[in-house]
Each structure stands twice: as C-alpha cells, then as structure tokens.
C-alpha cells in the first residue's frame, strides 16, 4: 500500500489520520517503513534525510546499533515488572549528577506528564496557585499550559483548546521571552504565583534564543519574589551538552524537567531537583504522582545506554555544532534568517532572528511551506512547520551535511 492509501484509511479511524497533530502533513503525510542512522524511507520507496529526528529525542540516529542492542539485552529479561529495577538508581545516578541542582529526580513516562506533575509539586511545595509561562512555550498538552500566548502579562489566561476549562487556565499568566521588565513587573504584582516554567532556549517555536543576561535575571527575579523557577529541558536537556541549557548558559533552576534523549528514542520524562523539595512527592510527600509505565525498563535501558555513550563520546556536541553550523553557512546572503544553537536550528522568513513569540509569529508561513516542499523534493524532511526546530544526529556525517547544506542553498534562492 501507499502512503496516500493508508492514510484514506487512518482518516476514518483516526482524527485527522494521525496520532498527533503536527504529524498531519497536506495532503497527506508519508508514511515510514523503516529508518536507520540519518535516513528514513517511506512505505513508498522514498528515501529522505530526517532533519526532524521524532522531534528531538534521536540525537544518536535511527537505531542506533548500541542502543539496539541494550534495547534486545533488557527485552530477553522482560520488559514490565511493576517493581522498582536495578537501573532506577543507577540512572538516577547520572542524571542528578549531570544537572547540579539536581538532588533527586523521579522518571515518567512523557514530557507532558513531567511537566504536570513539576507544576503540581511547585504548588504543593509553595502553597501558591498561580503559573506562570512564556508566551509560545510549549510545555506539552495538559490544560493549565495549553494557554493562548499573546494575552500580555497582566490579564488572565485564555484556553487555547476547547474543553480547558477558564477557572484552570485563568491561574496561567504569560509573559513574552527575554523581557525580564515584564516577568519582574508580574511576580511583583502578583503575589500567588507558585512557578515560572519555561524554556531556558525557545524550541517549540524556534530556536529563539535568550539575549546576554537574560536567564540570570529571570533567575534573580523569581529568586527574589519566592517564585520556583522550572527549566522545562524537554528538548534542550542533552541537546545541547551535557547538563543541557542550564549548564551551558550557567543558571541553575529550582525544578528541571527531561523528556526526548533523555529516553533514548523511547517514551520517556522526568522531573528533578533539590531534596527539600523532590521530598515532597508520594509517597515521601503529600502531592501525589504515580504511574503505571514509569521507571519502565525498556525505557530506562535505552536512556541509559545514550547517556552512557554520550558520556564516552563528550567531544560529540562539537562536532554536531560544526556540522550545523555548516548548513547555516549555505543560508547566508539568503533572504530570511538562520538561528542556531548546538544542533539545533531553523530558518525565519523574517528580516532578523525573532526574540519572542509574536516576532516569530510575523514569520512568511507561506514562503516557508514552499521552501519546505522544495526541500522535500530535494530528499530532504524537515519539520513541517515554521515553528519547530530541525534537528541533526550523530548520523548526520560529512556527506549528508553536505547535501543539506546544498539543498538549503538551492531552496532558499
Ligand atoms: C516535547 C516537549 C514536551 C512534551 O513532551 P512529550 O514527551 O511529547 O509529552 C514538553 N516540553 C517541551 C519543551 C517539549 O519540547
């Protein structure tokens, strides 16, 4: 069957055909047979170079054979026990060792989930109500973040999909990206709120990137005002070096959440941070969070499997960093602009590199799904929206850097 074939059929079982929205690509998305290293190939015998990599979580590629392996050596031993496992603690281990505010962490199943319960703990520790996000962060999709941006910082949250119900997204205040006057004008006016959960580097809408300074103040803010700060490192956490934003940008949150590489290509999300307040979680502490899956052992194998190699492969992020930066290089002279940060990057069809959500917003949407297309016919694929981030893999090597780097050159023209 074709892609177009499967997706007639999925249409009328699944809505928009698709298990997650931004996978609904027009007219129809392809669909994948198999992908190895770099490459994926469609069940229609195309074969592409994935600069999308599931969104972020395949920094070592497609099936990577070490990770493969880990994969097999915990699926011969079973691969769901519903008790505690050896590698919780060891995994454990690493990764609180890997982000220094970090005492104790405790594994989910999704980012979505990690960033829940980080919200609810932020509450349960504070015994304040309010949330604070930025404007165009994504924090995954449960109701007190799924809250229309651009509602400016002193009025109260709207929905931003149905059946978020007001009361919940009116304790979700906004403010726009590297605009600390705002954040310091809202936590003084507002004395209930509990958290500020944030991207520390804008990956959901970009990269956008923080200006000079501009996380040490939102640290110094919330310090100041008694508000948590969480670090949402969903995307950012292992992307962009070991200890993620946090350590690369040398700002240190209350709470972190990991998700994407952190699972190594399986579902995966944490949450951690200091024990005063990680202590508080069930069943140490009052505010409850449990799960099924969490901590599950394939998951965890794979996790650990990429820390591990990321942890003998440290000098990695530089090569990655160069191989972007290459790309970026057949960008230059073209209209729009280029933003990059680590591995991760993305052309604007705007005059300069946006700074908040409303500036990305004024984006060319149009000129972007034709530069898109065009690179798709180049076999190329690269995240189908303006808005999300492409991303490079250790499977990325000279050679396909090249290719990418020619096509962008010739997309853009
Ligand atoms: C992807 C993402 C999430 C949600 O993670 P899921 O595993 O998709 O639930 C949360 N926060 C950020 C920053 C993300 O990029």
């Known amino acids: 069957m ?25 007219p129809y998305p392809f669909y994948t ?4 290293g770099c490459r994926l190939t469609t069940v229609d015998d195309e074969e592409l170079i994935d600069c999308c990599m599931a969104y972020g979580p395949l920094l070592l590629g497609h099936a990577h054979p070490e990770i493969k392996k880990t994969i097999e050596e915990q699926l011969s031993r079973g691969w769901l026990y519903g008790t505690p496992t050896p590698l919780e603690p060891e995994f454990a281990g690493l990764v609180t ?28 520790f504070s015994g304040k109500k309010d949330l604070v996000k930025l404007e165009g962060g994504f924090h995954g999709a449960h109701d007190g973040v ?8 002193t009025t109260l949250g709207v929905p931003d999909s149905a059946g978020v119900i007001p009361e ?25 709120i509990a958290a500020l959960i944030m991207e520390p580097v804008m990956g959901n809408i970009g ?13 110094e803010i919330t310090r100041t005002h008694d508000v948590l700060l969480i670090f949402d490192e969903v995307i950012t956490g292992y992307r962009l070096g070991i200890g993620g934003a946090q350590a690369m940008f040398g700002v240190e949150p209350d709470l972190t959440t990991l998700g994407k590489i952190l699972g190594g290509g399986l579902p995966i999300g944490a949450f951690g941070g200091r024990k005063e307040i990680m202590s508080l979680i069930a069943p140490e502490g009052p505010v409850y969070q449990a799960g099924t899956f969490s901590g599950n052992p394939l998951s965890l194998a794979a996790g650990y499997g990429t820390l591990d ?22 960008a230059e002279g073209k209209k729009g602009s280029f933003v990059r940060i680590g591995s991760m990057f993305k052309h604007f069809f705007r005059d300069s590199p946006p700074e908040n959500y409303l500036q ?30 492409n991303f490079l893999s250790i499977a990325h090597g000279d050679a396909e850097t090249a290719l990418i780097g020619e096509a962008y050159g010739a997309c853009l023209s």
């Open 97 to 124: 060792r890997d982000h220094p505010g970090m005492d104790m962490v405790r594994f989910v199943s999704s980012g979505s989930e990690a960033t829940m319960a980080a919200i609810r703990l932020a509450r349960g």
């Open 360 to 389: 990305a917003k004024e984006c060319d949407t149009g000129t972007f799904l034709r530069f898109w297309s065009a690179m798709r016919e180049r076999g190329i694929f690269l995240p189908p929206s303006q808005f999300e981030t």
């Open 207 to 219: 990269p956008i990137l923080p200006r000079p300074g501009y996380l040490a103040d939102v640290r």
């Open 168 to 192: 919940v997204a009116a304790r979700t205040r906004q403010v726009a990206y590297n605009d600390s006057e705002a954040l310091e004008e809202l936590l003084s006016k507002n004395r209930d």
């Open 146 to 153: 799924l809250i229309k941006a651009g509602s400016g910082a």
């Open 309 to 330: 190699w990321i942890h003998r492969n440290r000098g990695v992020y530089g090569v990655l960093e160069d191989r972007a930066r290459r790309i970026g290089e057949a």
């Open 33 to 36: 047979a198999r992908a190895e």
């Open 2 to 26: 074709k892609s177009s074939e499967y997706f007639d059929r999925a249409r009328t079982l699944l809505p928009g055909g698709v298990s997650s929205p931004v996978r609904a690509i027009k």
